[in-house]
C-alpha cells in the first residue's frame, strides 16, 4: 500500500507564492510517475504537473511558466513550486503516483489552495 501526505498548501495573495511537498511511504516501485492533480469548485480535475522517474516533467498549459515539479528520491517526497499565483489557481490539490504494474493510481488526501485577489 502506498500512502501520500500532501503539505504545504494555505491562502496567498494573487502574485505570491507556495510550495507544495508530498511524503510518500509504503510500496514505492523504481519506475513510478508522481505529480500533482487539482480539482476547483465546478471543475473537473486536471493533471497540474507530473515527474518521471527520470526526471522528466509534465505541465498544464496553465501553469508551466509558473509551477515547477521536482522529487527527491532519496527523501521519497515530491515537491510542487508555485509562483505567480492567480486566483484561478484556487482548487484542492492531490498529490498522485501512477506505478508500473498498477492499473489505478494512489492519491494523497489532498491540500487547499486559496488564492485572493
Known amino acids: 500500500q502506498v500512502h501520500l501526505v500532501e503539505s504545504g498548501g494555505g491562502l496567498v495573495q494573487a502574485g505570491g507564492s507556495l510550495r507544495l511537498s508530498c511524503a510518500a511511504s509504503g510500496s514505492i516501485f523504481n519506475g513510478n510517475v508522481m505529480g500533482w492533480y487539482r480539482q476547483a469548485p465546478g471543475k473537473q480535475r486536471e493533471l497540474v504537473a507530473s515527474?518521471?522517474?527520470?526526471?522528466?516533467?509534465t505541465y498544464a498549459d496553465s501553469v508551466k511558466a509558473r509551477f515547477t515539479i521536482s522529487r527527491d528520491k532519496a527523501k521519497n517526497t515530491v515537491s510542487l513550486q508555485m509562483n505567480s499565483l492567480k486566483f484561478e489557481d484556487t482548487a484542492v490539490y492531490y498529490c498522485?503516483?501512477?506505478?508500473?504494474?498498477?492499473?489505478?493510481?494512489?492519491w494523497g488526501q489532498g491540500t487547499q489552495v486559496t488564492v485572493s485577489s
Open positions: 515527474v518521471t522517474s527520470g526526471g522528466a516533467t
Open positions: 498522485y503516483t501512477f506505478q508500473p504494474g498498477r492499473l489505478t493510481n494512489d
